[in-house]
């Protein structure tokens, strides 16, 4: 026969798993935006879209406001910087979303992107008006850059430029050549920018077949568009004058620390390290660090201030209790000794007068003494 308690105990068990199963469920439905409010919506030729894109009208908790869609009934559309991007595909994996520029059109037979067309580029680092602190928006993940240069003249010493023949006309050539970075120096001297587009080709895009390919084949790679990533965690390193506040913090906190511990020794070893040694202490922990602003105009006017709160209360404590101190005792002293003689010696000086002006007196002793014991007849002579 079976036991009705563990029966009732497997049940109870059984009922608590899946409540629990069920409320991690609705947990991660609503992390997702599986809710009401920030619900998977569609977008175009997308489907199941969640954070971080919204689209227009959406509360203001869903999505991240610069990854907002425009749809139309066949494209998503995206603006980064100064222009709009077709969204071809998200990839929720790698946390990232292809983009194409709306204004290449690569059904013409001689497409040319805008020249003030210009995403954001991946470094870390920068910051730009979109991005709050801490994240990065909208950093674009292209391997190559397409870059477009309109010369005076023709090239004939540069094999990276690439004509493009349907946009050169008389004392005008058109280029394009492909870097990993548009740059200044790429430039021949009679050459001036023209327009730059990223893009990014996984499958079949090599450096050295990129530096072969023609004006169309690079149209092609292009057509194919780019990355664009997610919101993206970066560490901020902190500002010069942030750092130094918190290193002279830090060191003044140790200084402080190093003098009552030598303060409150016994020996005076250890009273000489607290009254002598605390600002050096102090200096060298402040020195010790090696970065470039330790030895600006700046970080001296601030040592120099805190050295100076230091050591001239502590010069000031010094010189009362061990200077101060004892001279004030010994002049005390001094002068009440010396108010002592004066009164003593006024009271000799007053005596000696009374003596002087006064009858002297003199006891029968004294006066049998003088007088030989009354042996000399006074007035008789002897």
């Known amino acids: 026969m079976g036991n009705p308690g563990a029966f009732h105990h497997s049940i109870t068990l059984q009922s608590f798993t899946v409540f629990f199963l069920l409320a991690v469920f609705v947990a991660d439905y609503h992390v997702q935006g599986g809710d009401d409010g920030c619900s998977l919506f569609s977008c175009g030729h997308l489907r199941d879209i969640s954070y971080p894109f919204r689209r227009r009208g959406d509360p203001h908790e869903c999505g991240v406001e610069e ?38 059109n690569t059904s013409s037979s001689c497409p040319l992107p805008l020249w003030n067309h210009i995403p954001y580029f991946g470094y870390y680092g920068d910051t730009d008006s979109v991005s709050p602190p801490g994240f990065r928006y909208l950093l674009t993940q292209s391997s ?21 023949a349907c946009l050169s006309a008389n004392n005008s050539y058109v280029y394009v050549w492909v870097s990993g970075s548009c740059v200044v120096e790429d430039l021949e001297p009679y050459c001036g920018y023209l327009a730059k587009i990223p893009f990014r080709d996984e499958y079949s895009s090599y450096w050295r077949q990129l530096q072969n390919a023609s004006y169309a084949e690079i149209t092609q790679h292009i057509s194919k568009g780019f990355t664009v990533q997610f919101p993206v965690p970066v560490y901020l390193e902190p500002s010069a004058s942030e750092q130094l506040r918190k290193n002279i913090n830090l060191c003044l906190n140790n200084s402080i620390s190093y003098f009552k511990e030598q303060i409150s020794g016994t020996s005076i070893i250890n009273w000489t390290h607290a009254i002598f040694w605390s600002e050096v202490h102090f200096l060298e922990c402040v020195t010790q660090d090696g970065n470039d602003h330790i030895h600006t105009a700046k970080l001296v006017l601030i040592v120099a201030t805190i050295v100076s709160a ?6 000031f404590f010094v010189l009362c209790r061990f200077l101060l101190a004892p001279l004030a005792v010994w002049i005390f002293l001094a002068y009440k000794y010396m108010k002592t003689r004066i009164i003593i010696d006024a009271v000799e000086k007053f005596l000696r007068i009374q003596q002087m002006i006064g009858p002297a007196r003199y006891s029968y002793t004294d006066i049998v003494a003088v007088t030989s014991h009354f042996r000399d007849k006074l007035g008789q002579g002897g």
């Open 310 to 315: 230091i050591a001239i209360p502590k010069f």
């Open 67 to 104: 990854y907002e869609l425009g749809c139309t009934s066949s494209k998503a559309t995206i603006h980064i910087n100064t222009g709009t991007y077709y969204v071809t595909a998200i990839n929720y994996t790698g946390s990232y979303f292809w983009v194409m520029d709306t204004n290449f």
């Open 144 to 164: 190559y850059e397409a870059c477009f240069c309109n010369c005076s003249r023709a090239v004939t010493d540069n094999s990276r430029y690439k004509p493009v």
